[in-house]
T-cell receptor, first 109, second 114 residues
Framework: GQNIDQPTEMTATEGAIVQINCTYQ??????LFWYQQHAGEAPTFLSY????GLEEKGRFSSFLSRSKVYSYLLLKELQMKDSASYLC??????????FGAGTTVTVRA | IAGITQAPTSQILAAGRRMTLRCTQD?????MYWYRQDLGLGLRLIHY???????GKGEVPDGYSVSRANTDDFPLTLASAVPSQTSVYFC?????????????FGPGTRLTVL
């Protein structure tokens, strides 16, 4: 099976920056995704990386290093609405997604 | 319909009963998926379908079956429910399997098996 590791919880202050790390072990690699999931809701797509480097989308950025089998999601200028669970998911050689357990981010005023 | 819908929203079921969770998408996506989400375990793939008429097993397929008679619908059936199948079930779809094709998720079905 696949192994996706990310921290369970993180807390940060409104306006701050938080970095969520993700390491993975998969059979083959066809891209890494980050999803956001608010409590009681469905996951929604945030970002996709398949090549090494940084992808920036507004306040959110995602980084990938395939050689280090590592990614991070960077959340800048945190807002209260960013309180959610963030899921790291890796697409394997069979094009199936494996998800980490998620990192719950709590933003405090 | 806009996007992907699931029914029912929630259900309490007696052990041993048969149950079908419904999933419909109107985006004409080729691929569809069923996941279960349990606390501390994340989303786990149950079954998938890359295109109408084909299905495949995911990470945790035992006790579940699926069918894909057309592009839009992808029902998940529990033939004889057991308490360990208590979970939140998400259906998802994607335009294709590769590239930047992200999966779009339905709102989920919360199932409790007693």
């Amino acid at each position: 099976g696949q192994n996706i590791d990310q921290p369970t919880e993180m807390t940060a202050t409104e306006g701050a920056i938080v970095q969520i790390n993700c390491t993975y072990q998969t059979s083959g690699f066809n891209g890494l995704f980050w999803y956001q999931q608010h409590a009681g809701e469905a996951p929604t797509f945030l970002s996709y990386n398949v090549l090494d480097g940084l992808e920036e989308k507004g306040r959110f950025s995602s980084f990938l290093s395939r050689s280090k089998v590592y990614s991070y999601l960077l959340l800048k200028e945190l807002q209260m609405k960013d309180s959610a669970s963030y899921l790291c998911a890796v697409r394997d050689g069979d094009y199936k997604l494996s998800f980490g357990a998620g990192t719950t981010v709590t933003v405090r005023a | 319909i806009a996007g992907i819908t699931q029914a029912p929203t929630s259900q309490i079921l007696a052990a041993g009963r048969r149950m079908t969770l419904r999933c419909t998408q109107d985006m004409r996506h080729n691929a569809m998926y069923w996941y279960r989400q349990d606390l501390g375990l994340g989303l786990r793939l149950i079954h998938y379908s890359n295109t109408a008429g084909t299905t495949g097993k995911g990470e945790v397929p035992d006790g579940y079956s699926v069918s894909r008679a057309n592009t839009d619908d992808f029902p998940l059936t529990l033939a004889s429910a057991v308490p360990s199948q208590t979970s939140v079930y998400f259906c998802a779809s994607s335009d294709g399997q590769g590239g930047g094709n992200e999966q779009f998720f339905g709102p989920g079905t919360r199932l409790t098996v007693l």
